[in-house]
């Protein structure tokens, strides 16, 4: 049974940090790409950034130089560090795991973790 349980969420100033973290159990971790996305109320489900196993990243613009991804693949979790939070970085983040092999696509998916900033 897969399971990507993320932690580190909370509520934070504009300007300040947080940590979060997402331990997966259930796959070969290095076999997949590791994201994180958010979903603010109201709005889709976006890419903040994610990474592959030899440590190419994607980030989304508006994150560039705040967010920085990381993954330990000895222990099979990902980090998403946030710096300079700003009001419009409030959203649910889900971390996801996801794999192409072959003709087949696996994607598997957190519960998510709030964040809010806000003063």
């Known amino acids: 049974q897969v399971q990507l349980v993320e932690s580190g969420g909370g509520l934070v100033q504009p300007g300040g940090s947080l940590r979060l973290s997402c331990a997966a159990s259930g796959i070969v971790f290095s076999f997949h790409v590791m994201g994180w996305y958010r979903q603010a109320p109201g709005k889709q489900r976006e890419l903040v950034v994610a990474v592959t196993s030899g440590g190419g990243t994607n980030y989304a613009d508006s994150v560039k130089g705040r967010f920085t991804i990381s993954r330990d693949n000895a222990k099979n979790t990902v980090y998403l560090q946030m710096n300079s939070l700003k009001p419009e970085d409030t959203a649910v983040y889900y971390c996801?795991?996801?794999?192409?092999?072959?003709?087949?696509?696996?994607?598997?998916w957190g519960q998510g973790t709030q964040v809010t900033v806000s003063s």
């Open positions: 996801n795991a996801h794999r192409t092999f072959f003709t087949s696509v696996y994607d598997y």
